[in-house]
């Protein structure tokens, strides 16, 4: 097999044994990246020359004896929403197009300390905006599985990156399912930790309450690998939780027998796509066959609504009200003023009939409202407005507070839920991959896409994709397990019992 | 009619920045007057990315603030977000509170003109303070700016944003609109001030902007229930700014309303130069600052263990303590209140009288003597402690009390203490200050001025006071001031008798 088929356990395991460099490593990434980049488009910033000096370093350390890290001479590929001191973080955004952190996320600090070499930041929905990864300000990432097609977001950068074997693994962050959905849609496995789980600081902020960082991988074991190493306690963000982290690498191989996998009954809705939903079943099968014992659970607060073809879902209108009203505000920082993009248009433009000045405008505003208009594409303009009135004086109930309501109901239902089972498995997306630009004028349907990875988020429990399937024109279809909070082992052990017995995350896409 | 005819309703807002050592959110140092943005970090400038954590110490001030004002505590409190936009505010929204405040529904009893007003406090919260826009007159004066004359120059007309401030722990107290004349609002401000010294939660210091007011008044007929319409203050940056300008704003509307006209509910900007108001924005114009729970804190738990340890904390407060030094200490009324309305005197006064000097004498010397020194100094009693500490000021009390030295000796001695740091019985040996009580040494001394003054001692005989004075005065020009006076006149009295 190609250097860059190959897991991160074995390209590690290689590295200790002195079979492989992690400089050698790191040149199979980036061949890989220069054969098919220009297809896949999977990074917006690929750092050849850091990664080779990194992987030189660590293969220095190693012949110096110090003891190899977790992800030893691992090419990793970061999502360009987490903050790298001293190399560009854009959000796929034209407002942060020429942005350097003067700091480490701290999930990149504890990557860097584990050995891992990043070769890149990753394209996504700018700012983590979306389900696609077409609203990039820097071009529209590509499903390796099928070029015409998108690879899911907003994490697409990251799923497509893996996929294509330009990284051997990757980070990205979910908000609303964006690590699972593409993971999904690009055939890899991808997990959100419980909200908590991962520090945030120097994640982008999309919307606060509901974002997590977590790894995107070939298989579950490898997603074991890069969770235990980013999985912490971080004094610096305050919503992290200091609870303990087991050895999810140790633990991982377990017998599943008697746990208790419940079917949600609202999930497996009319109209939804029957190879998809064929495929998820077929995989519980595949668990009960190992004794997990299967059972319905309902999810009501999370139902989904078909009228007149049209899906409707309490849990997604919470969502799009919750994530774009922190989103609105998370947002607001970038006005030109401190760093970021800011307008050319002056007064002295004005003056000479170059342009218009806005109605009512001082100078301040002017700069404020080109800056953030020339910079935001039209996704996050919709979803500022959407928040800003969803925050609005007289609205504030009516929206945020009953959208928190419908949140807490959320959360309620899980709850129950896991008093009878330990692992709950659903659809990760309704329908395979879609076509490029099928969904782009449909704000809407692109929304409803969203609507079985949403409610993990608003409860702050952990999920999994992992690939369970392939449609009959070859496209990747993902089951998804979602389980109690700080149960990311449980979900591991489960899918891993389930990739035990299985191939479809061994199959590669014919790029 | 004229002001006379209305009465005004005032509330005031606080902003007193809490004495912690490092910002609300972030490790950054809350030193004043550094140069710009020399305090600052990827937190307190708003980097993309960043997550705030809260300091718990400016938890602790502020809680200590609200049970010291008598609110109501909050046993979850929790921040959120207030959303504007302005370039001294890099994350275009304000970590405040507005759902949950620390404390709410508590008082402050204030003093005006012998009687006792409340005043009560509508909340007490936590929020992080802005950084500062220096406009372009600023940034061609500054003396923090680091900058050649071509640089100055460069930066002609621009408007430049110092985030040394941004961040820094606010804690703000927000009065009901019960005050009722502007000289109430005047001792509001200064007893709150002497409160928050108290507490050791601010340094109160208006020029350094660690105590900022803002101030909204409305006017109404004496005897009317309903309120009028409410204008606010904005940029009355002193006490003094903010009685000035309530000053003229009773003036404007009450002209207004003598007048017939409406007095319009806005927000108004004090022109401290022009000595006015000026319309910033009506009503209509309010902002909408979008409050929401600040999604990357968690709420803050205040268990019962934690309120008893501050309430447990909070020292005796300056109306506690002067009941306390006229019933327990025999002080008069009007002493207590001059030396409790600044803490320091007041702790120098107690160490004074706990080293064993009688409460009036010490009283006596600090509102004298101190009190005079300090304000033609301008230095604090921190500053004069260190050269003449309690201990010293008892030995000075002590040997005038002794006799040892003439009261107006001892006020010598005491700017000698205070220019030099050497101690009074140093002093008074070093100089051969020592009064002569001694009766041996003196009765030679008095029996040759009475020789010598036959007139005199013929005059007093006959009951001529004058004499009395004369004689005295030849007894301490022969001893060079030396002698205690009440001995002499002790002596002359019994030795009249037997002199010629």
Known sequence: ?511 | MTTASYESVIGLEAHAQLATRTKLFCGCSTRFGAPPNTQTCPVCTGHPGVLPVLNRTAVEYALKTALALNCQVSRQTALDRKNYYYPDLPKNYQISQNYKNLGFDGHMDIEVGGETRRVRIHNVHLEEDAGKLLHPEDVQQSTLLDLSAEGRAALAGMTLVDLNRAGTPLCEIVTQPDMRSVEEARVYMETLASALLYLGVCDCKMQEGSLRFEASISLRPFGATEYGNRVEIKNVNSMKAVVHALEYEAKRQADRLSHGERVARETRLWDDAAGRTVSMRSKEEAQDYRYFPEPDLVPVEVDAAWLERVRAAIPEMAPARRRRFVEGLGLPDYDAGVLVADKALADYFEECVRLGAEPKAASNWLMGSVMRQLKDSGARIADLAARVPPQGLCELIAAVQDGTLAPNTAKEVFQEMAATGKGATALIAERGLRQISDSGELEAVVLRILTENPKAVADLRQGKKQALGFLMGQVMKATGGKANPKAVAGLIGRMLPKAP
């Open chain 1, 1 to 511: 097999m190609e250097l860059y088929g190959l897991t991160a356990r074995a390209v590690r395991d290689r590295i200790v044994a002195g079979e492989l460099t992690a400089e050698a490593a790191a040149r199979a990434c980036l061949e890989r990246i220069a054969a098919v980049e220009g297809k896949v488009h999977a990074f917006v910033s690929v750092d050849a020359e850091g990664a080779l000096r990194r992987a030189k370093e660590v293969d220095a350390a190693l012949a110096r004896g110090e003891r190899p890290g977790a992800l030893c001479g691992i090419p990793i590929a970061l999502k360009d929403n987490l903050c790298t001191a001293g190399t560009p973080t854009t959000c796929s955004s034209k407002i942060l197009a020429n942005y350097v952190p003067p700091y480490n996320a701290t999930v990149v600090e504890r990557v860097l300390a584990a050995g891992a070499v990043p070769i890149g930041k990753t394209n996504l929905d700018e700012f983590a905006m979306g389900s696609s990864t077409e609203n990039s300000a820097f071009g529209t990432t590509r499903n390796p599985w099928d070029l015409e097609r998108v690879p899911g977001g907003s994490s697409g950068g990251s799923a497509a990156a893996v996929a294509a074997g330009e990284a051997v693994m990757a980070l990205g962050s979910d908000t609303g399912g964006s690590i699972r959905q593409p993971a999904s849609f690009c055939g890899v496995v991808g997990l959100k930790p419980t909200y908590g789980r991962v520090s945030r600081y120097g994640l982008v902020a999309f919307a606060s309450s509901l974002d997590q960082i977590g790894p995107i991988a070939k298989d579950v074991a490898d997603a074991a690998l890069l969770l235990g190493v980013i999985a912490a306690h971080d004094p610096r963000d305050s919503t992290s939780v200091p609870e303990p982290v087991p050895d999810y690498v140790g633990q991982l191989e377990a017998d599943i027998r008697g746990r208790k996998v419940g079917l949600p009954r609202e999930f497996f809705i009319e109209g939804m796509d029957p190879e998809v939903e064929g495929a998820v079943r077929r995989a519980v099968e595949v668990l009960a066959g190992q004794g997990a014992e299967v059972m319905e659970v309902s999810l009501p607060h999370s139902r989904i609504d078909v009228k007149d073809g049209q899906l409707s879902a309490y849990a997604v209108a919470a969502y799009y009200v919750i994530a774009t009203a922190e989103a609105s505000s998370n947002l607001a920082r970038y006005d030109g003023a401190h760093y970021g993009h800011r307008t050319a248009v002056s007064h002295l433009q004005f003056a000479h009939g170059r342009d218009v000045p806005i109605e009512d405008a001082t100078p301040l505003v002017e700069m404020f409202s080109r800056s953030r208009a020339e910079g935001f594409g039209a996704e996050v303009k919709r979803r500022i407005l959407l928040g800003t009135y969803a925050l609005s004086s007289g609205y504030y109930d009516a929206y945020y507070l009953k959208a928190s309501k419908v949140r807490s109901l959320i959360r309620r239902d899980f709850d129950e839920a896991f008093e009878r089972a330990d692992a709950i498995a659903c659809p990760t997306s309704p329908t395979a991959a879609f076509r490029v630009g099928e969904r782009a004028d449909d704000p809407l349907q692109m929304y409803m896409g969203d609507v079985f990875t949403i409610s993990c988020n608003l409860a702050g429990i952990p999920g999994i994709a992992v690939p369970c399937g392939f449609t009959t024109g070859g496209l990747p279809i993902g089951l998804q397990l979602l389980g109690r909070p700080f149960d990311e082992l449980g979900l591991l052990q489960l899918a891993r019992a389930y990739e035990r017995v299985t191939d479809h995350h061994q199959r590669r896409p014919p790029l």
